[in-house]
């Protein structure tokens, strides 16, 4: 890669048409993103990829989203807009918000390569790229926030990775079994039947990262276990990556029993989402009395993450802000809802 700079411009100029394609995303989608958030005019011709009109501030933003978006081609990744949007921030953000998401860090940190997995996972926003942060970083780390988020995927692809580069002996994925709103009766079967419903989300999410062989593998070398979080109690987890899933439905003693668990040598994440709890009393949640008493605490790491990091479809974006802003009468049973939930 070489660089021709002048007074308001700058000019990459590429090795190849394939890194400048994989660059530029589909319809040059990611070089639009960036001229709409740096301002100036941006285009692609031949190997080259040029930024004019921007002032000085907006040419080094661009210059050092241009240095991540070629490495995470090199590195064999496709950039989506979601991404670049991270890198560069939003119209008017200042200078330094830049490459936010790998501010203090170095790219290699926000990326999970998954051993035999299909592909590397980047984070498609700032606030996803602290999440993986905080997972490498902390013995403990929650990320919490709202459906599409990718809390549960990062942690499970986290998790995989940990296990496959046999950092980790052994990965422990559990959830409390509450029904949401709805009562399921009696299901017949063994144990592994029974939870099975509760605990498919599990696996939907290694099978979107791994070949369903790998996962078979993990069960047949007992390297995987999945487990209802009732059968954490009185066991001590050593050496392990223990995931604990819909944290938002253990009441505060289940909390408090999954996070003394955890033994030497082992990593626990905590995902959840507080608009989802299915608990009989909203106040019972463990999930928000955790983050209140151990904020703070060295070596456990809170993450939260909101609307503008849903990366599931854009359209679960509007249904939780429409949620967000419906009055609580707009909705059968509201009145009520609300007398429970106070």
């Known amino acids: 890669m070489a660089e021709v700079r002048l007074e308001d411009s700058l000019t990459i100029v590429l090795d190849s048409k394939d890194l400048l394609s994989g660059v530029c995303g589909a319809n040059d989608g990611n070089l639009r993103v960036i001229e709409g958030s740096l301002g100036g005019r941006i285009a692609a011709r031949g190997n080259e990829i040029r930024l004019e009109g921007a002032d000085e501030a907006s040419v080094r933003r661009f210059k050092a989203a241009m240095d991540r978006l070629i490495s995470a081609v090199r590195e064999g990744g496709s950039p989506s807009p979601e991404y670049v949007r991270a890198l560069v921030g939003a119209p008017g953000d200042p200078p330094e918000t830049g490459t936010s998401m790998f501010r203090d860090a170095p790219a290699d940190d926000r990326v999970i390569r998954i051993p035999h997995g299909f592909n590397r996972i980047f984070p498609r926003s700032a606030n996803q790229g602290a999440y993986i942060g905080g997972m490498r970083s902390c013995d403990i780390s929650f990320g919490i926030g709202p459906a599409g ?3 549960t995927f990062l942690a499970i692809a986290e998790a995989l990775r940990l296990v496959l580069s046999k950092a980790m002996r052994k990965m422990v994925l559990t959830r409390p079994v509450v029904e949401a709103g709805e009562n399921l009766g009696f299901l017949p079967g063994d144990l592994a039947q029974k939870i099975n419903p509760y605990l498919r989300p599990l696996y939907d999410a ?3 990262l791994v070949p369903y062989e790998v996962i078979r593998r993990l069960e047949e070398t007992r390297a ?13 987890l050593n050496d392990c990556v223990v995931v604990l899933d819909e ?3 253990t009441t505060r003693e289940q909390m408090k029993m999954f996070l003394t668990r955890i033994g ?3 990593r626990a994440v905590i995902t959840g989402d507080l608009t989802q709890i299915d608990l009989p009393r909203r106040g019972d949640s463990g999930l928000p009395h955790a983050v209140s008493v151990l904020s703070g605490i060295e070596g456990i790491n809170f993450s939260f993450l909101h609307t503008q990091d849903v990366v599931r479809n854009p359209l679960i974006k509007k249904i939780i802000a429409a949620y967000e802003n419906a009055a609580p009468d707009s909705e059968p049973g509201g009145a009520r809802h609300r007398e429970k939930s106070s």
């Open 149 to 151: 988020t990718g809390k």
């Open 264 to 266: 030497q040598g082992a």
């Open 224 to 236: 995987i276990e999945i487990a209802p979080l009732a059968y954490m109690r009185g066991r001590s």
């Open 206 to 208: 290694m099978e979107a």
């Open 247 to 249: 944290a938002q439905n």
